[in-house]
Structures are given as C-alpha cells and as structure tokens.
C-alpha cells in the first residue's frame, strides 16, 4: 500500500516510521509519501491561507495550492479529508481501507479548508467530536489503524483479527508471568491446557467487558444464540 499525506508539517509524521510501521516502511510492506503543500504556493510569502470571505475570525486554507500539491502527485488512490463534520472512523472503516492500494490524506490547520476543497475528496472523516489544531494527528491516527492490518505489519497474523473491535466485542483480559504477582494470580483457566474451556473463558470475558464497557456495541452486533445464553449469564453473575 502506497499512503500520501498534504500536510503543512511533515515532520510531525515520525511516529509512524518507528517500532512495527517503522519495520514495515523498511520491508516495504508500505510506503509513506509526505507532501508539503506549501512547496506550492505562486506567492513570494509562500501563503497558504487567507482571510474568510464575508469576515470572520482566523484563517482559511486556500484551494489553490491543494490543488496543485494534489494534481503532483502520479496516482491518489482514495482521497481522504480530516474534518469535524466527517462521518466517525472505525474500525471497519480500517478493514475496508486495508484492501486499497493507495490513500491520500489532505489535512487541514488553521480554521479549516476553502469549502471547495472538500470536492476534491472521497470521503471527509472525523475520529470525534472534539477540537485539534490541525489533522495531522488524527490522519496518523487512522494511518496506524489501516497499516497495522496489511499482512506481515504485526507479524501474527491472528493478532488483528483477536483484538478488540474485529468482531465487535473489546478484547478479554490478557496475563504473562508471573503466575502469581503479590496475590493476584492468573485466572486457573489459563494455565490448564484445555483450549476449549480457554476459548470459552475468553468469550464470556470479551462480552462482559462489552457488556460493563460498551453496552453501545452490543446494540450493533448481531448476537448469536449461544452469546445471548452468555449474556443471560452475565447479567446473573453482576446481578
């Protein structure tokens, strides 16, 4: 997968080139094309933004050198906006976007992008109702939750698919050594060897973290049979 990101501040793209991403830029698993749009600017000032039309406070992103940084670059796959008026990332968003080829993000700073702008995405995301000076951290953000799914980035293949959100339950609680820390011991389950009654433990604690947690994903899943027996028993158990 090839990633553009049009950014103002291409330096603050470092995290994704470290630890497991990191790997995966060497391995070339993918690849992290940063773009300053500001290299595209016509003025002697290099601007990028300007006064609003009809007034207002702070400043806006022209279209202009967008635009250009945009037209530059050889083929942009998906084009992605960060905006508050986005519709909300998840996860099946980063499952759906893992299948692509190529992305291109366009983060905005300042008080935001010339409304045109937005005709020049494919999709304008949020990742919450709350102010950032800028969309750099939520794209790197949303970065990091596609990359980590293409084959090879984790190096176990079965960890995407376990950990919480895949299947829309959180993750069941997880222990390594020691067995016994000041007290706390590791559930016996665990250490038993029986893998049947292990996958059981897990299932029960997944939907109950969801349940305690999350209640507002077990409204969107679909339950089975079995899970609803699990819930029944859950309850019980709190009760």
């Known amino acids: 997968?090839?990633?553009?990101?049009?950014?103002?501040?291409?330096?603050?793209?470092?995290?994704l080139q470290v630890s497991m991403l990191g790997r995966g830029l060497e391995d070339n698993k993918w690849?992290?094309?940063?773009?300053?749009?500001?290299?595209?600017?016509?003025?002697?000032?290099?601007?990028v933004d300007d006064t609003p039309y009809g007034g207002g406070a702070g400043m806006v992103l022209q279209i202009?050198?967008?635009?250009?940084?945009?037209?530059s670059l050889p083929s942009t796959g998906k084009v992605i906006i960060t905006a508050p008026q986005g519709k909300t990332?998840?996860?099946?968003?980063?499952?759906?976007?893992?299948?692509?080829?190529?992305?291109?993000?366009?983060?905005?700073h300042y008080e935001g992008f010339d409304q045109r702008v937005y005709d020049l995405a494919?999709?304008?995301?949020?990742?919450?109702?709350?102010?950032l000076t800028g969309g750099e951290l939520p794209t790197m953000s949303m970065i990091d939750a596609t990359v980590r799914l293409i084959p090879g980035i984790l190096g176990n293949e079965a960890s995407p698919v376990e950990e919480?959100?895949?299947?829309?339950l959180l993750e069941y609680p997880q222990y390594t050594r020691p067995a016994d820390f000041e007290g706390q011991k590791v559930p016996e389950v665990l250490t038993s060897g029986n893998h049947?009654?292990?996958?059981?433990?897990?299932?029960?604690?997944?939907?109950?973290?969801?349940?305690?947690?999350?209640?507002?994903?077990?409204?969107?899943?679909?339950?089975?049979?079995?899970?609803?027996k699990i819930l029944r028993q859950i309850k019980a158990d709190l009760a």
Request: overall charge negative; hydrophobic content about 35%; some cysteine.
């Open 1 to 15: 997968m090839k990633i553009n990101v049009l950014t103002l501040f291409p330096d603050m793209f470092t995290p």
């Open 122 to 131: 494919d999709e304008t995301v949020s990742i919450g109702d709350y102010v």
């Open 64 to 71: 202009m050198p967008i635009k250009k940084a945009l037209d």
């Open 164 to 168: 919480s959100f895949s299947h829309g």
């Open 89 to 108: 990332f998840n996860e099946q968003m980063a499952q759906d976007w893992a299948k692509e080829d190529e992305l291109t993000f366009i983060c905005g």
């Open 196 to 228: 049947q009654k292990i996958a059981e433990w897990r299932h029960y604690q997944a939907l109950k973290a969801t349940y305690l947690h999350r209640p507002d994903m077990l409204e969107k899943r679909s339950l089975s049979p079995e899970e609803e």
């Open 31 to 47: 690849q992290l094309n940063l773009v300053n749009f500001r290299d595209f600017t016509t003025d002697v000032h290099h601007h």
